[in-house]
Nanobody, 123 residues
Framework: QVRLVESGGGSVQAGGSLRLSCAASGDVGNINCMAWFRRAPGKEREGVVIVEGDGGISYADSVNGRFTVSKDNAKNTLFLQMNSLRPEDSAMYYC?????????????????WGQGTQVTVSS
């Protein structure tokens, strides 16, 4: 089994930056697709960025150009650098993985989830 632990959330003012981390442990050899999702209060969980097993990356339109995902394969860690943060980016951010080689924007596609890390952006 794979275990995911997110960290790096916090409270910032609009225009600020945060860097989230997702550390994977356990049976990491079976991880292919990885993704960041977020859920704001009263809203559906939505995909932020997906990282395909072959390294392909896709961002949600709402974060494209502001957020950047990266991986440290040696440390089995996925990062999400978030710049130019807006109040509408406030949400619980989750890391997710699946053994499928292709990613999907549907949260039902992912088998393993972290506990989440809270991001709050004030105006």
């Amino acid at each position: 089994q794979v275990r995911l632990v997110e960290s790096g959330g916090g409270s910032v003012q609009a225009g600020g930056s945060l860097r989230l981390s997702c550390a994977a442990s356990g049976d990491v050899g079976n991880i292919n697709c990885m993704a960041w999702f977020r859920r704001a209060p009263g809203k559906e969980r939505e995909g932020v960025v997906i990282v395909e097993g072959d390294g392909g990356i896709s961002y949600a339109d709402s974060v494209n150009g502001r957020f950047t995902v990266s991986k440290d394969n040696a440390k089995n860690t996925l990062f999400l650098q978030m710049n130019s943060l807006r109040p509408e980016d406030s949400a619980m951010y989750y890391c997710a993985t699946t053994t499928f080689k292709r990613c999907n924007w549907s949260d039902g596609w992912y088998k393993t989830w972290g506990q989440g890390t809270q991001v709050t952006v004030s105006s």
